[in-house]
């Protein structure tokens, strides 16, 4: 009977419970029924109680297991848990966490490819800089002092690989070449000078080892070197001390080259004609000739059987003639002019012809120039085009209309444009050019130099670059002459190189890479490097006679 009672007073919560409620009649049997109906209430509400305190217990305790479980998962981030202890409300938290974990590793990486972004776009800004765009200086070198009496014109030939110059009043043309520095004359040299010093060195101490072995050797070699030098000298000179002197020899070879005369670095040619070989037929008429355009000739049929020919003019009078390059200098004879092709310019009294270009598919055109310096009196310029042929016709009208004294001309990279220099209005102007049919429309102007620079400043020659950018010379600026490179889009002056000449009347992109500027001046013959571009392709006057 003792048993139930002690169950309860030591908490053994359901055993006792279910103990009492299963045993509790035949443990306890009071005699009376009030009593028994007493004590089986207050068994009821005691085990009822026990039982209800051993379940808020357990649930407590259950409670602190999945407590402690989810700071474990939280602390540690492991996602895994043991779904035997956990209940289903921990495995919904245990979600959560892995949810909300992950959350923030999406937002993480979002923010690292932004910054990755914003960095992309600040190189994509950086490279958006044309380098054609950026100011150049060259280096000027005078390359022939006093080469021409007055200087008219360039052209560089690209076939030939040499530079025609016109001097106009000097009368005369001029092929000119530059000669490359020979730079392998001293190898031989010092590769002499170092063998001999070898040999010098082996011998000796070959007689240092005669010398040891036998001493009476040794005097009899000396004795025989001092009758046989002058026949076996490579064997006999070593002994002798003496033939040291001998190594002195090597300078006397290497003077040779200096007692010649130092040969100019450049090959120079001249071409000209005189009056009476023009006039032979009309002498009454003869006058003095002005020899203003030279020109490379392409000859595509090989028609003449001669090499190295040009066009060239006497007044408005243009001949085929070729140079003579075993002589350095050409007269024509009366028979090589009248036996040749010609063609005439047409031109008013008191003008002379502007210097000659050529269009990019190898056609001659020629301007006029009023040579009277009236204050006044406005000349519009004459333009003929030679049509790959010594037939000349009258084309441009509206470039007659904007020029009176032109200067220069050159065509863009894709040859729908052409650009004009004229002394008389100042300006370099942009003109729509037909290809087809040589001519030009929409002309405007691109600048005033006048503008740009001094009052005084006259635009001459240009030149184009592989940018399309137009390089131009400029002469009487304050005293000085300048290079000006444009952007004939934009009208911007990207670069201006100043020169120490004023006179400066013609530029050309010249060198088997055409990565230099010849400059021409009315006296002088300059070269201007360092650039760091190129220039455009200018063919010579592509001759298809009709046969």
């Known amino acids: 009977s003792i048993l139930p009672w002690a169950l309860v007073m030591f908490g053994l919560g359901p055993l006792s419970g279910h103990f009492l409620r299963g045993h509790s ?87 690292v490819t932004t910054t990755l972004e914003a960095e992309t776009t600040t190189e994509q800004e950086t490279t958006t800089e044309n380098p054609a765009n950026f100011p150049k200086a060259g280096e000027v070198e005078l390359l022939v002092e006093d080469i021409v009496y007055s200087g008219y014109m360039l052209h560089w030939s690209v076939q030939q690989g040499y530079l025609a110059i016109s001097d106009i009043w000097g009368q005369k043309y001029l092929r000119f070449e530059e000669i490359p520095e020979a730079t392998t004359t001293n190898a031989p040299t010092t590769t002499t000078a170092s063998a001999t010093t070898e040999l010098i060195t082996d011998t000796t101490t070959l007689d240092t080892n005669n010398l040891e072995r036998d001493a009476d050797t ?57 009056k009476d070989v023009v006039f032979l037929l009309r002498p009454q008429d003869s006058i003095e000739g002005a020899f203003p355009i030279i020109v490379p000739v392409e000859d595509a049929f090989n028609y003449t059987d001669n090499q190295d020919e040009v066009i060239m003019a006497f007044n408005e009078k243009l001949h085929l003639a070729h140079w003579d390059m075993e002589q350095s200098e050409t007269n024509m004879s009366s028979s090589e002019w009248y036996s040749s092709v010609e063609g005439r310019i047409e031109y008013d009294n008191f003008m002379i012809p502007s210097p000659g270009w050529v269009d990019p598919k190898g056609r001659l055109i020629v301007g006029t120039n009023e040579f009277r310096p009236f204050e006044t009196v406005i000349t519009s310029s004459m333009f003929s085009v030679l049509k790959n042929n010594f037939d000349p016709y009258m084309s441009m009208t509206e470039l007659s209309s904007i020029s009176c004294k032109p200067h220069g001309m050159a065509w863009s990279v894709d040859n729908s444009s052409l650009f004009l220099s004229d002394g008389h209005t100042r300006a ?91 400059i021409l001046s009315t006296k002088h013959l300059y070269k201007m490097t360092g650039l760091g571009v190129r220039g455009m392709h200018v063919p010579g006057f592509i001759w298809q006679p009709e046969l």
């Open 25 to 111: 009649h035949g443990l306890v049997r009071p005699r009376h029924s009030k009593m028994r109906l007493l004590l089986n209430l207050g068994l009821i509400v005691l085990c009822s109680a026990n039982n209800r305190g051993t379940h808020r217990a357990g649930r407590q305790d259950t409670t602190t297991v999945v407590l402690d479980t989810t700071t474990v998962v939280l602390d540690t981030t492991t996602v895994a848990l043991d779904t035997t202890v956990l209940t289903d409300t921990t495995m919904v938290a245990d979600t959560t966490v892995v949810a909300d974990t992950t959350t923030d590793a999406i937002t993480t990486v979002e923010a």
């Open 218 to 274: 040794t005097t009899t070699v000396s004795e025989t070197d001092a009758s046989t030098t002058t026949n076996q000298p490579s064997t006999t000179e070593t002994p002798i001390t003496t033939d040291i002197p001998t190594t002195t020899d090597i300078p006397t070879t290497t003077e040779t080259p200096t007692t010649t005369a130092e040969p100019l670095p450049y090959d120079l040619k001249s071409m000209t004609v005189s």
């Open 428 to 518: 370099v102007t942009k003109c729509v050019y037909h290809l087809r049919n040589p001519d030009v429309s929409d002309c405007q102007t691109i600048l005033t130099v006048t503008e740009e620079m001094s009052s005084t400043a006259v635009p001459k020659g240009i030149a184009t670059d592989e940018n399309n950018h137009i390089w131009v010379a400029v002469a009487n600026n304050d005293g000085k002459g300048a290079i000006m490179e444009i952007d004939p889009e934009t009208s911007n002056i990207i670069s201006t190189i100043e020169l120490e000449d004023p006179d400066i009347v013609d530029i050309v992109f010249g060198g088997e890479d055409l990565d230099f500027l010849y």
